[in-house]
């Protein structure tokens, strides 16, 4: 596999300067193109990365290399192919997290952004690991070992968020709903809303009404975000919001509901008009561009005050 000068300065985060000086000194074996421009092998890039000690994120993943990053060059495009989604469900259960992380930091390297990976590269690991469950293939056992593996990758992730200032960013409250055990997708909102700039306070699984309502009151948050992991029906849901309305007095806080359970109910802000305020996505990407955007939104007076 042949690299560009520039894709081989990403995957060595360095300037691409610097590969240049190093293929032109030899200690980084290239050849030319017609057009007079470099192409290095992976192989020698590896080869070059362990021996000079430089740091790449590639040598973790030994002989899946190639298949890795050629699979990163492919997501950049919103494709993921079987095979990789085979490759991370089998790190997965030799729990090689780090690997999966690797490759994450890879893509975050090439300018994927994280509501990609996380819709596509995570959520569809985790759609195939469903339905290989509900056909017998996967056992109980395996998929809790890979959903822990995830949820490993996920935290190591939420600490390589900048966390925004909390005197100059709204509030955002999050938790799944009241009989929801699964987290996977609240961490993966957590991750995406601190990185977008929000406060974010994560209340955890199987969250009461009342508590979304406390802290809602206590932090004086913006956004209310509660993931369904379980289908719900619109007159479950329903009740849920009215509770959280009546509780709270209606504060002008606005309520998001994400994750497979909230699927069936994409429809609903069309069909309850005394649901205003509250909105369904069922993708990272989705969400993420309307957090982005409401939180602009709200920025926009301190901006102008200060």
Not at 102 to 128: T, Y
Not at 154 to 183: K, N
Not at 190 to 199: A, K, V
Not at 277 to 288: C, D, Q, Y
Request: with cysteine; net charge negative; aromatic share 8%.
């Amino acid at each position: 596999m042949k690299l560009s000068s520039r894709q081989a300065a990403v995957l060595l985060h360095t300037h691409e300067s610097s590969v240049k000086r190093w293929c032109n000194a030899g200690a980084l074996p290239c050849s030319f193109t017609n057009g007079g421009h470099r192409r290095i092998q992976l192989d020698d890039l590896l080869l070059f990365a362990d021996s000079q000690e430089v740091d790449c994120e590639l040598l973790r993943l030994g002989g899946d290399a190639e298949m890795a990053l050629k699979s990163v060059f492919r997501l950049r495009r919103g494709v993921l192919s079987n095979d990789v989604v085979t490759l991370l469900k089998d790190w997965l259960l030799e729990s090689q997290s780090r690997k999966v992380l690797a490759l994450i930091i890879v893509a975050r390297s090439f300018g994927i952004s994280l509501s990609v990976i996380f819709d596509k590269m995570i959520g569809d690991l985790m759609r195939h690991i469903g339905e290989s469950w509900a056909a017998g293939s996967f056992g109980i056992g395996e998929e809790h070992r890979v959903s822990e593996c995830i949820l490993d990758v996920l935290y190591h992730l939420q600490s390589e968020v900048e966390p925004s200032d909390d005197r100059m960013r709204p509030t955002a409250i999050l938790g799944t709903g009241p009989d929801d055990d699964h987290v996977t997708g609240a961490l993966m909102v957590r991750t995406l809303l601190t990185e977008i700039g929000w406060n974010v306070v994560f209340l955890g699984r199987k969250v009461p009404v009342e508590d979304f309502v406390l802290f809602q009151q206590k932090y004086k948050a913006s956004l209310v975000c509660i993931s369904l992991a379980a289908d719900r029906s619109l007159a479950d849901v329903s009740s849920f919001i009215t509770s959280v309305r009546s509780l709270s007095g209606n504060d002008g806080f606005q309520i998001a509901f994400g994750g497979s359970g909230a699927r069936s109910l994409l429809r609903a802000p069309t069909t309850a008009p005394d649901h205003s305020g509250v909105f369904f996505f069922e993708s990272a990407t989705e969400f993420g561009s309307w957090a982005d955007t409401t939180l602009n939104h709200l920025l926009t007076p301190y901006h102008e005050v200060n």
